[in-house]
Nanobody, 124 residues
Framework: QVQLVESGGGLVQAGGSLRLSCAAS????????MGWFRQAPGKEREFVAA????????LYADSVKGRFTISRDTAKNTVYLQMNSLKPEDTAVYYC?????????????????WGQGTQVTVSS
């Protein structure tokens, strides 16, 4: 059974930084993709970033490009999302996702497994 456990959310002022972690367990992930999505109240879940476990190639939403960095530590089975220059509009619950990503990595239905989410709040 695959488990994804997020941590690292919290309250930060605009312009600040946070690093989210997603600890993955339950299988080997060499053929998987990992993603971060977020959902603000009253809004659809939206893609933030994705990384291919095998070679570390990355993909970002335009809204976070240049500010956020996704990375993975294969020894720890952990994916990270470093978030810099945070803005109030980044406020949301952030979810980690994993899967074979047979479809487009920007689409949440492409992922098979999800974490419970971690709240990120950016004050102005």
């Amino acid at each position: 059974q695959v488990q994804l456990v997020e941590s690292g959310g919290g309250l930060v002022q605009a312009g600040g930084s946070l690093r989210l972690s997603c600890a993955a367990s339950g299988r080997t992930f060499s053929s998987y993709g990992m993603g971060w999505f977020r959902q603000a109240p009253g809004k659809e879940r939206e893609f933030v970033a994705a990384i291919r476990w095998s070679d570390g190639s990355t993909l970002y939403a335009d809204s976070v490009k240049g500010r956020f960095t996704i990375s993975r530590d294969t020894a720890k089975n952990t994916v990270y999302l470093q978030m810099n220059s945070l803005k109030p509009e980044d406020t949301a619950v952030y979810y980690c996702a994993a899967g074979r990503v047979a479809g487009p990595p920007r689409i949440y239905t492409s992922y098979d497994y999800w974490g419970q989410g971690t709240q990120v709040t950016v004050s102005s």
